[in-house]
């Protein structure tokens, strides 16, 4: 049992969204306010916690669970020892100030929720980036690439040659998202093209599939590329 009180210690943590229990703890535990070593009722103080969405992706939070302050009293232990204090305390907090400075993106939220922390890595090895894999809905944790890269197929219409791209693609809802079709005809000139016929099948509620068309009439040898734009 711990009974010497030397402040409370406040920081930004992860809690679970089912039991609300305590899953990590995101900020470190250098936030400190309140140095009396016997507190009294309606003992007030001040508190500022920060966290940058670097340390959010870094840490991972997942799906569905909760930021939030933790408040621990301090009794000169290590943090979660597993020990005991003699009191039941109760914590009030108000006057809250939120201070954001910049903005996480979708990207940046999405790496969070699935537990990797660099775009340009390829975190499931299966040869491609985590970033690619954002934008065409796939899972950075599982070897999916081959499933969800786009592909090209030759087709005949109309007596008419056709090019058709098809690929994954962020619905409208995830807006600031730029999907570019550019062509070239050397592999270094590229330029980008506007699509004849586009159709769009609904696979889920974020992702939709897209089959876009380009004619083969006015340029017979032709290089298509997808060009992935973000905010």
């Known amino acids: 049992m711990h009974d010497t009180h030397k402040g409370f210690i406040v920081g930004l943590a992860e809690f679970s969204s089912t039991d609300g229990s305590l899953v990590q703890r995101i900020a470190d535990d250098t936030n400190t306010f309140g140095n009396t070593s016997d507190p009294t009722p309606g003992e007030r103080g001040f508190f500022e916690v920060t966290v940058t969405s670097e340390e959010l992706a870094s840490k991972g939070v997942g799906p569905g669970n909760r930021i939030g302050i933790f408040i621990h009293r301090n009794n000169g232990d290590p943090l979660y020892d597993g020990s005991t ?23 940046e939220q999405w790496m969070t929720n699935n537990q990797v922390a660099n775009p340009l890595s390829d975190s499931d090895g299966d040869g491609m980036d985590n970033r690619t894999e954002y934008f065409f809905g796939g899972n950075p944790t599982l070897a999916d690439a081959s499933e969800i890269r786009p592909h090209f197929r030759m087709v005949q219409d109309e007596e008419k040659d056709w090019i058709e791209l098809v690929y ?9 998202l730029e999907y570019s079709i550019e062509s070239s005809a050397t592999l270094t000139d590229w330029k980008h093209i506007g699509i004849v016929n586009q159709d769009t099948e609904v696979i889920n509620g974020e992702i939709n599939a897209v089959t876009s068309r380009v004619s083969m009439e006015e340029q017979p040898a032709r290089f298509l590329r997808l060009q992935l734009m973000e905010p």
Do not use: E
Request: aromatic share 10%; charged share 20%; hydrophobic share 35%.
């Open 168 to 176: 994954r693609k962020r619905s409208n809802a995830q807006l600031g």
């Open 85 to 107: 204090t003699t009191t039941n305390d109760t914590y009030f907090i108000d006057n809250v100030f939120l201070d954001v400075s910049g903005s996480i993106s979708m990207l």
